[in-house]
């Protein structure tokens, strides 16, 4: 499905002016995403303008089983209808569905493009960006233990790393964070033969590398 078949589905449920611009802003960042991974770039893009089209007759937690319902009955493809279905939060257990009043079934994304379209919902707030760390203060306060950890995991699985060889010395999770740990990014780390692997994985993940490679090398002239 093309951008403009979405678009025009999003303008026959009658989506508000508020819900197409939220979602535009997810498609941005959510293409930005799949073009640095191995992925069906037009189903996330499909996947993501129509990600809230439930939201033209619901605004609750339902609102994904409702878009999915309207894309079944139009016959979209099933791929687009999973994203719809499965973006809510990093996905609901069929024990979570449950207990929201959903019917009960998993809502796990599965496939990398359900989960590039559900991680960059959770990194666009109403309209604008805002950093795995927000994203994920927010899920400690609103989610379950597992719901969070998912949530971390997704991140890891979307992103394409930037990787940097530096000293021993900086395989420390302390030193880690306090070099790079307010940026927009999420990362592992892994010594081996006197060196440090640092795998860097988020929007800012190549500015966080190069600042490691800068401290690294003033590290080492002193």
Avoid at 36 to 41: F, I, L
Avoid at 50 to 71: C, K, M, P, Q, W
Avoid at 160 to 184: A, N, Q, Y
Wanted: with cysteine; net charge neutral; hydrophobic share 35%.
């Amino acid at each position: 499905m093309k951008s403009k078949e979405a678009f025009s589905l999003l303008k026959k449920y009658g989506a508000s002016d508020s819900v197409i611009a939220h979602v535009k802003k997810v498609r941005d960042y959510a293409m930005e995403i799949a073009a640095c991974c191995e992925c069906d770039r037009e189903l996330v893009e499909a996947g993501a303008i129509l990600h809230d089209i439930g939201r033209s007759r619901t605004h609750g937690i339902d609102h994904a089983v409702v878009g999915a319902e309207i894309l079944r009955n139009e016959g979209v493809d099933e791929r687009i209808v999973r994203i719809v279905e499965r973006h809510v939060g990093a996905g609901l257990t069929k024990e979570e569905a449950a207990n929201l009043g959903l019917p009960p079934k998993d809502y796990l994304p599965e496939a990398i493009e359900e989960k590039i379209v559900c991680h960059a919902d959770n990194l666009i707030g109403n309209r604008e960006r805002i950093s795995i760390h927000d994203a994920i203060r927010t899920a400690m306060e609103k989610w379950s233990p597992d719901a969070q950890q998912r949530l971390v995991r997704m991140h890891f699985e979307v992103f394409s790393p930037e990787t940097v060889m530096v000293d021993r010395s900086f395989c420390d999770r302390e030193m880690l964070d306090k070099s790079i740990g307010t940026m927009d990014v999420l990362f592992k780390y892994c010594p081996a033969d006197g060196k440090c692997e640092v795998a860097v994985y988020g929007h800012e993940a190549r500015k966080a590398t190069e600042k490691l490679k800068r401290l690294n090398n003033k590290r080492q002239k002193q």
